[in-house]
Antibody, heavy 120, light 107 residues
């Protein structure tokens, strides 16, 4: 069974750094892109970016470029989402997902979500 | 960026009714469209991709259609477990944008 397991909820203060993770299991994810999606409280889904663990090629939405860093470690089929200086507006649930193989590049499998709360 | 506009933003209808949700792209996306279901408090789940291909395990009461810029998700007979918010997403170009969502409730 394909599974994506995300790291647990985080409570941080503005200005702090954070790195959350998403680990794939149950199948080989070596040839799949991992993506990140933000859902702010009571709001819709926002596509943040994707990364190919095989060569760490990353693509960002212009809305998130420079605000976050997406990375990956293919040896442990894990993708990461990182902030260097959190803001209160980063409070949200963050989902990871694996992208299906081209040309049908939808998000096929989803993680359970990581709640990030940023508050002073 | 390609803008995705869903309508309606919410609807309330009876069990057994037919439900139709539309999604319009700001430019043609060549059927590169997926539909997701997000039940309250849960992660999104893939329903359909390539506009009309049903994901394995998804009930056949869900179907998709459309072409060019206009796409539709249909639930042929609404069930209580279908209470959720539904999102379309284009994967024709990066960034792969989502619609704003349609909340479906039971009357």
């Amino acid at each position: 069974e394909v599974q994506l397991v995300q790291s647990g909820a985080e409570v941080k203060k503005p200005g702090e750094s954070l790195k959350i993770s998403c680990t794939g299991s149950g199948n080989s994810f070596a040839n799949h892109w991992f993506g990140w999606v933000r859902q702010m409280p009571g709001k819709g889904l926002e596509w943040m970016g994707i990364i190919y663990p095989g060569d760490t090629d990353a693509r960002y939405s212009p809305s998130f470029q420079g605000q976050v860093t997406i990375s990956a470690d293919k040896s442990i089929t894990t993708a990461y989402l990182q902030w260097s200086s959190l803001k209160a507006s980063d409070t949200a649930i963050y989902y990871c997902a694996t992208q299906a193989t081209a040309p049908a590049e939808h998000f096929q499998h989803w993680g359970q979500g990581t709640l990030v709360t940023v508050s002073s | 960026d390609i803008q995705m506009t869903q309508s309606p933003s919410s609807l309330s209808t009876s069990v057994g009714d037919r439900v139709t949700i539309t999604c319009r792209a700001s430019q043609g996306i060549s059927n590169s469209l997926a539909w997701y279901q997000q039940e309250p408090g849960k992660a999104p789940k893939l329903l359909l991709y390539d506009a009309s291909r049903l994901e394995s395990g998804v009930p056949s009461r869900f179907s998709g259609s459309g072409s060019g810029t206009d796409y539709t998700l249909t639930i042929s007979s609404l069930q209580p477990e279908d209470v959720a918010t539904y999102y379309c997403q284009q994967y024709y170009s990066t960034p792969r944008t989502f619609g704003q969502g349609t909340k479906v409730e039971i009357k």
